[in-house]
């Protein structure tokens, strides 16, 4: 934590898919050099180009796609967040504004293969949410809800079975040890 700002962040990447967006980086740049040392005015260069920038921006985009990673900052003091897709030193989003904090959630969303994902949301103001994080496992999950809602000094609720939501009692989760939050909730 700095300045009071909270970092969640997705996993990090696997260490082959930096190398490769490398690579495809690198490869794009071959292809303006080369595209830019054989310019000329003529008609087929001009075509031969147009194909030229369909493959620097394919490169490109699946470079980005493999070494970019997504965080969320939550700026306690100044009660704002930020969602960000961060692609080495460049970092894309917005502050926002948020009013009032209200509890965080965990809930489980199915996912097309049948498994679950669980999710960790920011509830505030009135009626709004903040999807923050996403896990495969209810324990990192809750244990991700469980700090924030520490940080934030507010509630937290195990919405994992639906119409059948829990307020987690904060104190008893703390002092678990090895074992599995799930089964006590």
Known sequence: MKNNTLIISENNRPFWQLPLAALLFTLSVYIIGKNLYHFNWSNDYFKHLSEGIKSIVLLVLVAIGLCSSKRVYIDIEKSRFKKTLEVGPLKFGKWQTIKNYKYVSVFHKPLTNGSYTFV???WYDKNKHFELYSKDSFSGAIQMGY???????IDLLDATIPNDFKWIDKETLKH???TDPKEDF
Request: a negative charge.
């Open 120 to 122: 960790v949301n920011l």
């Open 147 to 153: 700090d924030l809602s520490e940080q934030l000094n």
């Open 176 to 178: 678990q040890t090895n």
